[in-house]
Structures are given as structure tokens and as C-alpha cells.
């Protein structure tokens, strides 16, 4: 049977809205009580075609005053300014705009990096650490790479996010209706309403109304060998995830050492992994060179640094490196898998998380070549779909699962039990 005249209309205005997002440029408000930051910052956006500068503030209260009349896609927040910072302007921005995209930007100080991190309990989107002087920053070619990077990717995805929340109310409108008019299709009132949900489902997807996957993933079985280590990459969004998956898993990890790489500059790591330990009430640290891994223990790259595995005297020991960045990362996820899958082979779990770029892909192929597991966060529970999604479309991972399903995942994978 084709399809109706409102599914085609459907179907033809959301590949509008589609490409409008690709071409529009991504809207920029830019929050820093520094003159010279802002100028800065607003001539790297408004020389990219993708970017433009909506508006520009030295405190926070003048953003929150403006932020519905410019409509920023994503604004840069500085922690520090008089009359109202970046913390306290945070959730009223939100509050104004709740689909507002917001990066934090500070400087490499602790008290910086704890606002930072507790900006991203608060509804902060990411962060960028701005170099520690002016003129540092002006010459920091890396870290204009990063914030623009962050400003298209996470502002397009914003755009995607509002397209299918209003795409997909209409239908939703229309299915509680006749839910409401056809007592046949209310919930428990036939055996067939499970069968008839997934019809609509289908249906509506068909006109684009709903998501769908950008493709199908292959994925191969999880080793018959219980896992002596658990290996996990992340980046944006990687802290709040990080925080999810672990507490989840905690009983389970009582049995083996946790390594983890972040994409985080220095100081950034550190508090870290003083939240994770306060949270999971289990040992966790910035790793050292030559540690030995433990049981019930934590171990995250610092900032700066590559962290690797390798043995000594038969035991798995922490290496750290301070090579080139890989994948423009430093530290890099595929240095640590790609040494967990020499030290521990079909022993090694490693989990990718939510994160721009696609660090970890190679990692997560050499772990599948020595017989270990690897796990991918789905792209409807990632704040970004790149590190993981780009693992997964290795088709060397063994799941592609959900935030909120990780934990349970790991705990069933670290007692032996059944992996589906």
C-alpha cells in the first residue's frame, strides 16, 4: 500500500528541515568578561562558514536577559565574571532555552575544573580549558580546532534534536487518540496491542516521522572468557556517562581493575577521579607509571598523558606515555586498548562511550582480534554518536546498548552469565 498524502508531505518537510540544518549556520552566543576573548572567539566563528555570532556578553546576566531575543544554537559560558558567573547563569539560560546548547570555558585551575564538572551535573553540555593567558590562547591553533569542532557538532545536533522532538509530536498526538477512542487498542485489552504498537511504529518511521538508523550494525558474540579488566573510552559526555555505568556496575568491577581514558586536559582528570571515588566509595586515581593493577580499582590518564598496559614480573602494570596525540587526542582511547588486548587477549572488556571523533575504533578492532569484547553506547542515549558509533560500524563489538542498560550489562558479562 503507498503512502498516504500527510506521510509524504511529512516525509518531504523533514528533508527540508534536514538539509536547512546542514546549510544554516550554527548560531554562537559567546559569555566571557574578557574583551579581548570575546573578540577573539567571534573572529574564529565568524570565519567559519558553518558558525555565526548571534551575540556577545561580559556576564552572565546580560545573557540570560538576551538569550530569547538572539536564539543562540549553543552558547560559550566563561566560569569566571563579575555580577553573575557562569555557574549561576547555567540553569537560567536553561531555564529560558531548555533545548540550549551550552559549553563551559575556563582556565586550567582546580577550583576552574570542579565548576566545570559540576557545570555538566547542571545541564552543561561540554566544556573546552582555555589556555591559561591571553596571548596563549590567541596562538593556541589546537584549542580553536577543538572549540569550533565542539560549536558545529554539538549545535547541528541541538538543531536534530528540536527537528524530532516537534516531528514526532504529532504522531504521538494521533496514536494516544485513538488509544483513547479504540478501547481495543488500550494497553492489556488484546493480545495483539504489543504487535499493533510495533505496526505504528514501523508505519510511522516509513514516513520519516520517527528516527531511524543511519545503518544496520553487525556485531559479533562475546568472548566465552570472564573479563580480568575492564577498559573504557569516552569524551563529550564521558563524565556523566562514566558516573552511570559504573555505579551500575559497581558490585561487578569489586572483581577487577577499571582503566579509563578521558578526553580531559590535566587538573580536569584529577578531580575526576576524586567524584568517581566519592561516588562509588571505591579507590580511584589518576594513574601512575608502572601501578599494578588491583582489583575494586579505578585507574584515568591524566591529562596530557597516553595511558597504556603492559606486564612486569607477571603482573598487569599501568604504563604512561608522552607521545605525539593520536587521533588529535592526548590521551588517546587506542593506546589503551590496543595494550589491554596485549596483556589480557579474550580476558579484555572494553566499553566505548559517548564522545566526538572516532578514538577507540582501532582499539576496539585489536581487542576483537585477540578474542575480546567490546561494548558501544547507542546513539540515542550518546550526547555524541562518534567515538562509539564509529566502533560499532567496525563490526567488532558484541553490543550497541543503551546508558541506562551498560551497567546491568557489565555486571552480567563479569559474572559469567548469559550475553545477549
Known amino acids: 500500500m503507498g503512502m498516504s498524502r500527510l506521510g509524504i508531505r511529512a516525509k518531504i518537510e523533514e528533508s527540508k528541515a534536514e538539509k536547512s540544518a546542514h546549510t544554516a549556520p550554527v ?4 559569555v566571557d568578561d574578557s574583551v ?8 574564529w566563528v565568524e570565519a567559519d562558514p558553518d558558525l555565526e555570532v548571534v551575540a556577545t556578553h561580559r556576564n552572565g546576566e546580560l545573557a540570560v536577559k538576551d538569550v530569547e531575543r538572539s536564539n543562540p544554537d549553543v552558547v560559550v559560558l566563561d566560569v569566571e565574571m563579575p555580577v553573575m558567573d557562569g555557574l549561576t547563569a547555567l ?26 564538572l559540576k ?27 577543538e572549540l569550533l569542532q565542539k ?13 524530532s522532538r516537534a516531528s514526532m509530536a504529532e504522531p504521538v498526538r494521533k496514536m494516544r487518540a485513538e488509544i483513547v477512542n479504540d478501547p481495543s487498542k488500550r494497553r492489556g485489552d488484546s493480545a495483539s496491542d504489543k504487535v499493533d504498537a510495533r505496526a505504528a511504529m514501523r508505519r510511522a518511521r516509513g514516513t520519516g516521522l520517527l528516527p531511524v538508523h543511519r545503518q544496520e550494525i553487525s556485531l559479533r558474540p562475546y568472548s566465552s572468557v570472564i573479563p580480568r579488566v575492564v577498559a573504557i573510552g569516552s569524551s563529550t559526555g564521558g563524565p556523566q556517562a562514566l ?5 551500575d556496575a559497581r558490585d561487578g568491577l569489586l572483581k577487577v581493575p577499571v582503566v579509563i581514558t578521558q578526553h580531559m586536559p590535566r587538573t580536569f582528570t584529577t578531580i575526576l577521579a576524586e567524584h568517581l571515588h566519592k561516588q562509588l566509595k571505591l579507590p580511584s586515581k589518576e594513574a601512575e607509571h608502572m601501578d599494578v593493577l588491583k582489583p575494586g580499582h579505578i585507574y584515568i590518564a591524566p591529562g596530557g598523558i597516553h595511558l597504556k598496559l603492559g606486564k612486569q614480573n607477571g603482573q598487569a602494570v599501568t604504563l604512561l606515555e608522552d607521545g605525539p596525540p593520536v587521533n588529535f587526542c592526548k590521551p588517546s582511547v587506542d593506546p589503551l586498548f590496543e595494550s589491554a588486548a596485549e596483556v589480557f587477549g579474550t580476558a579484555c572488556l572494553a566499553l566505548v562511550l559517548t564522545g566526538m571523533g572516532s578514538d577507540g575504533a582501532n582499539g576496539v578492532t585489536a581487542i576483537a582480534g585477540k ?8 546513539e540515542a542515549s550518546s550526547v555524541v554518536w562518534g567515538m562509539p558509533g564509529a566502533a560499532a560500524r567496525t563490526g567488532n563489538c558484541s553490543g550497541v546498548v543503551p546508558l541506562d542498560q551498560m551497567g546491568a550489562q557489565v555486571k552480567r558479562i563479569l559474572k559469567g552469565a548469559a550475553r545477549c
Open 27 to 30: 548560531r554562537v552566543m559567546i
Open 36 to 43: 579581548v576573548i570575546r573578540g577573539l572567539f567571534s573572529r
Open 91 to 116: 540553569p537560567k539560560l536553561l531555564e529560558k532555552k531548555n533545548d540550549l546548547v551550552v559549553v563551559m570555558a575556563s582556565t586550567l585551575t582546580r577550583r576552574n575544573a570542579e565548576v566545570s
Open 119 to 145: 557545570a555538566l551535573s547542571l545541564g552543561a553540555t561540554d566544556y573546552v580549558a582555555k589556555p591559561e593567558t591571553t596571548g596563549q590562547t590567541a596562538s593556541a591553533t589546537e584549542f580553536q580546532r
Open 151 to 163: 560549536l558545529k557538532l554539538l549545535g547541528r545536533g541541538g538543531k536534530r534534536e528540536k527537528r
Open 243 to 247: 558516573q552511570r555505568v559504573l555505579t
Open 371 to 378: 578474542g575480546g569484547s567490546a561494548i558501544a553506547q547507542d
